[in-house]
C-alpha cells in the first residue's frame, strides 16, 4: 500500500471531483472542498472526447454520460447562411451540460464514500516532506497524507506552493456561450464561418439542448457589462444568418444566459508536486478550449494519479511518476489548442484548412492512451 492514505482535494470541479471517486476507488480516504456553497445548476456545455470518455470508460462513468448528453462523431463546417461547407468524421464524443456532468461524477464520488464540504477553502497550509497540516477558513484543523490543488486556473494553492511563476496570461481571445434548444443541423461538431473571418461553434449536449460558442480576438482582456451580455452578443453574430443560429439567438433574452469569459491559459512545467502538494486539472496546465480538451485532461490527471498511486510504495515515486505519465501529453494538447487560437488570432481565413487539419491531426493523438 502506498503511504498516502488521506487526502485533501481543494476543488471540486471537474478534475476535483473526478479524482475523488478515482482515490475512492483505491481505497483511500478522501475530503473534498470548494469554496463554492453549490454545485453550479446553470452552466454552459462541456464536450468530451473520445479520450475523456476512454478515462471515464476506466471509472465505468462513460455510459452515464452518454446517456445524460448526446454522442457524435461528425465535424461539419458550415458558411454564415447555413450552406453545409464540408463534414469529417471525428472520434466519437459526447456533449453533455456542465451541470449534469458534475452531477454524475459527484454522486459516484460521494456514493462510494468521499466527504465533500462546500463553502470552505484553504486558509493556510503548512507542507511537510511526510503530510500537509491544512488550517481551513470554517476553523478546522487537519493533517493529510497529500493535498490535491484542483482548483482551476487561478489556483491559489499553486500561487502559495508554486509562487507566482504560473500565473495565467491572456491568450488574446474571449468567448461568449450559451445554452439553446438543439436545431436538427447541430448533430455533430459544427462551426458556422463569415467571409470576414468570424466563426461560430456549436455541439448538441442533449437530444434537445446544445450549446453555442462565439470567440472573440482583443489586444487586451474585454470588460462586458453582465446586464448587457445578451444584446451584445446579438449585435455581434449579425453576419450570421443560418437558421438555425437566428432561431437560437431568438431564445438570447435575458443577460444571465450569456456567459462571458477571457481565456486565461497557463502550464506549469514538471514536477507538478511540491513536497506533498500535488496540482491537477486546470491548476496545472490550463489550455484554451480549442481542442475542447481541458476538462478531459483534468479527468485523465485524475485517473493516472489514482494509477500511480497504486503502483509504488513511496508519495514522492507515485507524484514524480504522475507528472511524468502527464506533462508531455498536457504540453502537446496545450501547444495545439494555443496555435489555433493563433491562428484565429492571426488570419482566421487563410489558416482554416491548417486550423482544421491540426484539430483532425490532434485528436488523432489524444486517441492514444494516457
Ligand atoms: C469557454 C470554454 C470552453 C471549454 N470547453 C471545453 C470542452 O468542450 N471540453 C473540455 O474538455 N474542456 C473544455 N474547457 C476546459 C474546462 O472547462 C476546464 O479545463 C475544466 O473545467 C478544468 O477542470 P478543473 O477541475 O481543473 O477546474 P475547474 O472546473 O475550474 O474547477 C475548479 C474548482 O475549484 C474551486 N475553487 C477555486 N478556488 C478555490 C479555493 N480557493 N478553495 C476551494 N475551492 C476553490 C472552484 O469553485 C471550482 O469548483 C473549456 C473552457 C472554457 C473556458
Same mark, same amino acid.
Do not use: C, L, S
Given at each position: 500500500m502506498n503511504e498516502i492514505k488521506t487526502v485533501l482535494i481543494v476543488g471540486s470541479g471537474i478534475g476535483g471531483a473526478t479524482a475523488a471517486y478515482a482515490l475512492r476507488r483505491i481505497g483511500v480516504d478522501v475530503h473534498c472542498i470548494d469554496i #463554492? =456553497? *453549490? =454545485? %453550479?445548476l446553470v452552466g454552459s456545455g462541456i464536450c468530451l472526447l473520445h479520450n475523456a470518455l476512454r478515462a471515464m470508460g476506466t471509472l465505468s462513468l462513460a455510459e452515464q454520460c452518454l446517456d445524460s448528453g448526446y454522442r457524435f462523431d461528425a465535424f461539419r463546417q458550415f458558411d454564415a447562411a447555413g450552406h453545409l461547407l464540408c463534414s469529417n468524421s471525428a472520434p466519437p464524443s459526447c456533449g453533455i451540460r456542465r451541470p449534469e456532468l458534475a452531477r454524475i461524477v459527484e454522486t459516484a464520488a460521494a456514493g462510494a464514500g468521499a466527504i465533500f464540504d462546500r463553502g470552505v477553502t484553504v486558509d493556510r497550509l503548512v507542507n511537510r516532506p511526510e503530510g500537509v497540516d491544512v488550517y481551513f477558513s470554517n476553523g478546522r484543523q487537519a493533517t493529510y497524507d497529500l493535498v490535491v490543488a484542483a482548483d482551476g486556473v487561478y489556483s491559489p494553492i499553486r500561487q502559495q506552493? &508554486?509562487?507566482? +511563476?504560473?500565473n495565467p496570461a491572456f491568450a488574446g481571445q474571449s468567448v461568449w456561450r450559451f445554452n439553446t434548444v438543439r436545431p436538427v *443541423?447541430?448533430?455533430?461538431f459544427c462551426l458556422f464561418r463569415t467571409q470576414t473571418g468570424k466563426t461560430v461553434g456549436s455541439f448538441p449536449t442533449g437530444q434537445n439542448s446544445c450549446y453555442i460558442f462565439y470567440s472573440e480576438n482583443s489586444k487586451d482582456p474585454l470588460r462586458i457589462p453582465e446586464s448587457e451580455a445578451h444584446l451584445m452578443i446579438r449585435e455581434r453574430l449579425l453576419? &450570421? =444568418?443560418a437558421p438555425a443560429l437566428v432561431a437560437s439567438l431568438e @431564445?438570447? =433574452? #435575458? %443577460?444571465? @444566459?450569456v456567459i462571458f469569459r477571457p481565456l486565461d491559459i497557463t502550464l506549469v512545467p514538471?514536477?507538478? +508536486?511540491?513536497e506533498r502538494v500535488v496540482l491537477l486539472g486546470d491548476a496545472a496546465h490550463a489550455p484554451t478550449p480549442h481542442m475542447t480538451s481541458g476538462g478531459g485532461m483534468a479527468i485523465e490527471d485524475a485517473v493516472v494519479l489514482a494509477e500511480c498511486i497504486t503502483s509504488t510504495q513511496s508519495a514522492n515515486a507515485a507524484l514524480e511518476l504522475y507528472s511524468n505519465r502527464r506533462f508531455e501529453r498536457c504540453k502537446i494538447i496545450y501547444g495545439a489548442s494555443l496555435q489555433l487560437c493563433r491562428n484565429e488570432q492571426q488570419d482566421p481565413i487563410g489558416n482554416r484548412e491548417n486550423s482544421a487539419a491540426l484539430l483532425l491531426k490532434t485528436y488523432q493523438y489524444l486517441g492514444e492512451t494516457a
Open positions: #463554492k =456553497t *453549490e =454545485t %453550479p506552493i &508554486f509562487g507566482g +511563476h504560473y *443541423e447541430v448533430d455533430g453576419e &450570421f =444568418t @431564445q438570447v =433574452t #435575458k %443577460p444571465r @444566459q514538471a514536477p507538478w +508536486h511540491r
